[in-house]
């Protein structure tokens, strides 16, 4: 009887707690500090908010009991005025064994099972895509095809200002339609670059001579942040470009000023590859 009220209380207690915590929780701790704008921003960035916060949560809870269990035996247990040689030395006790082997089991199950099911989610091809883009990097800057629109947007390296800092204008700019079943098509023309938008939560090797996807449905118009994440060489860190999310209007603007230039028509291939040496290439001359 007593054993159930406090159970009630506690059960109670623990609810208005965290309804309090989460109340008092500021946008930025409710996506787990996770970049600024990554709400909402793709149709996959909910849930990987989610299944991070969670997993922050409870991971959290595990460690304040293991904390407190801790800082609880030592005080407990320390050695008292007059006291010496070693203590009743406790062993086999199995139903402790069984819970601390059982609940780190229980735990991994969990966290596996919940990340598989987010992250096939998010690697589910799009059978008919609404928009195709295929993007292919190269030492170090992007170059971008509007693969159902045949024109494309050559990147030329971000300039820096007088302080070193990447300046926006110069940026290459990758347009998307918002609300728009995109499929992203990877591509390398040198080494392993890796595709990144920031508030997009994702990222994806790019690999010379193998060709990956990323599928995904911008939810949010807006300029995300792009770089490359992959180590590259010198210019790594300007390996940068810029995402804008724009109403479908502005980006069939966008994509009839690419096409009225003659340089951007077509599409470009992953042929202008500086790497001499790819499988199936032969070496150059004199080597
Ligand atoms: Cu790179």
Not at 24 to 41: M, V
Not at 202 to 214: Q, R, S
Request: aromatic share 10%; glycine share 8%.
């Amino acid at each position: 009887m007593r054993s159930t009220r406090l159970k009630k209380w506690a059960a109670g207690a623990a609810v208005a707690s965290a309804g309090i915590l989460l109340a008092g929780c500021t946008p930025n701790q409710t996506r787990g500090f996770l970049p600024e704008g990554s709400e909402g921003a793709t149709n996959h960035t909910d849930s990987i908010i989610g299944l991070w916060t969670t997993s922050w949560i409870v991971l959290l809870v595990v460690g304040v009991i293991a904390w407190s269990l801790v800082i609880w035996a030592t005080i407990a247990y320390r050695r008292r005025k007059g006291e010496t040689g070693v203590p009743v030395q406790l062993r086999y006790n199995m139903p402790i064994e069984t819970l601390f082997t059982v609940i780190p089991v229980i735990l991994i199950i969990g966290f596996f099972a919940f990340t598989a099911k987010t992250q096939s989610a998010i690697e589910e091809p799009i059978a008919n895509p609404d928009n195709r883009i295929e993007v292919i990097g190269k030492r170090w800057a992007w170059d971008f095809n509007y693969t159902d629109e045949n024109v494309h947007f050559s990147g030329v390296q971000v300039q820096t200002d007088q302080n070193g800092s990447p300046t926006a204008d110069t940026m290459p700019t990758l347009y998307l339609p918002v609300n728009k079943s995109t499929e992203v098509k990877l591509e390398s023309r040198d080494v392993i670059h890796s595709f990144w938008v920031v508030e997009y939560l994702y990222k994806k090797d790019m690999i010379p001579g193998k060709t990956n996807y990323m599928y995904f449905t911008p939810t949010k118009t807006g300029t995300f942040v792009g770089k490359c994440a992959e180590l590259c060489g010198e210019y790594h860190s300007n390996m940068l470009f810029q995402v804008k999310v724009v109403e479908q209007d502005e980006y069939d603007a966008y994509i009839a000023s690419l096409a009225a230039n003659p340089e951007n028509q077509g599409l470009l291939s992953v042929d202008y590859n500086p790497n001499q040496n790819l499988p199936g290439t032969s070496a150059p001359e004199g080597h």
